[in-house]
């Protein structure tokens, strides 16, 4: 009989995330009319997943990331500087249809504040940064992103990119969360029940991660359906293109100003996680944007998730490898 520990999870946790994506594509196809009732779990799974995640972090050295302004600055560098510029170059490669190009850039130009910090721990990145730095890319995305769709697109987009479902997700899925595990570990410190629950908290990140996983793919995969699948499948190349090379930007940036390895790792992290799951409303929103818009969006979902997999075993070795070579 196998016996389930909290090492055995955490060793085998990609194995694991890979067979809960599997399982919502293969739910996907039979639970197409229930679609929309699953994607409402998609946020009260991801505020539990947040939450423990919290509590793996110290936060109490959390003011000693709220000054860490080299990391902020290769932050704001990284995701309101170099990634435009990457999603210009690849903007290239995309059919001349407005409506996928403005799909593209809803989604590429807006850094993720959310399940970043998740992935961030679990690649074994300063966690504890990204959480920090989030109300500074919710503020900058909020106020660049109509700019930067007007400057690359040639339209008014002020009107279509709204502050409610921005500040929704900070606080039900980042402020909440911090609260309660703030709580968790103020009990902890105090009270040997507090303590037993928060030791108990430490096995509930691999699962409730295969859960997120699972609830997201079984939901938001049915909606590309509903759209032109050719249009949409263009844009997976260039999703992936893009996931490969911000992390490697990431690092030069990093490099250059300095960072530590926790520091690097979170930085990478961020450059390559969007905020897909926060824009997806806006998606839904644009006026005669039917079907497609939304599509393009979950398909850069479907994407990162698969390829943030990758980065918990890739972004930890890439940066300590770059890093050792530099000291020999």
Not at 23 to 31: D, E, M, N
Not at 214 to 220: P, Q
Not at 271 to 289: E, I
Request: include cysteine.
């Amino acid at each position: 009989m196998i016996r389930v520990s909290k090492p055995m999870l955490e060793k085998h946790q990609v194995g694991i995330y890979f067979i809960a994506v599997f399982a919502g594509l293969l739910a996907a196809t039979v639970v197409v009319r229930s679609s929309a009732a699953l994607a409402a779990w998609i946020n009260p799974a991801l505020a539990a997943l947040l939450y423990v995640t919290f509590l793996q972090v110290p936060l109490t050295s959390f003011r000693q990331a709220l000054t860490h302004g080299r990391f902020l600055s290769a932050l704001l560098i990284v995701n309101f500087v170099a990634v435009p510029l990457v999603v210009l170059g690849l903007l290239q490669f995309l059919p001349d249809n407005p409506a996928l190009q403005f799909a593209v850039l809803l989604v590429l130009l807006t850094p993720c504040i959310d399940y970043v910090v998740v992935f961030t721990h679990l690649g074994q990145g300063d966690a504890k940064l990204i959480l920090a730095a989030t109300p500074v890319l919710l503020i900058a995305q909020m106020l660049l992103l109509p700019i930067y769709l007007g400057l690359l697109l040639g339209i008014d987009a002020a009107g279509l990119v709204q502050a409610r479902p921005f500040l929704n997700a900070f606080f039900w899925l980042i402020a909440v969360p911090l609260v309660l595990a703030w709580l968790t570990q103020y009990w902890a410190a105090r009270r040997e029940l507090g303590k037993r629950v928060e030791g108990a908290m430490g096995w509930l990140p691999v699962p409730l991660m295969a859960l997120v996983l699972l609830i997201v793919f079984a939901a938001v995969a049915p909606q590309i359906g509903a759209a032109s699948t050719d249009v949409v499948w263009t844009t997976v190349p260039l999703y992936v293109a893009f996931a490969t090379a911000m992390p490697l930007v990431a690092y030069a940036v990093g490099n250059l100003l300095g960072l530590d390895v926790g520091a690097g790792r979170a930085l990478a992290f961020s450059a390559g996680t969007r905020n897909s799951l926060v824009v997806l409303p806006l998606a839904f929103a644009v006026p005669g944007g039917g079907a497609l818009i939304p599509a393009i969006v979950v398909t850069q979902t479907l994407v990162e998730l698969v390829c943030e997999l990758v980065y918990v075993r890739w972004i930890p070795r890439l940066i300590k490898t770059a890093i050792e070579r530099e000291t020999l």
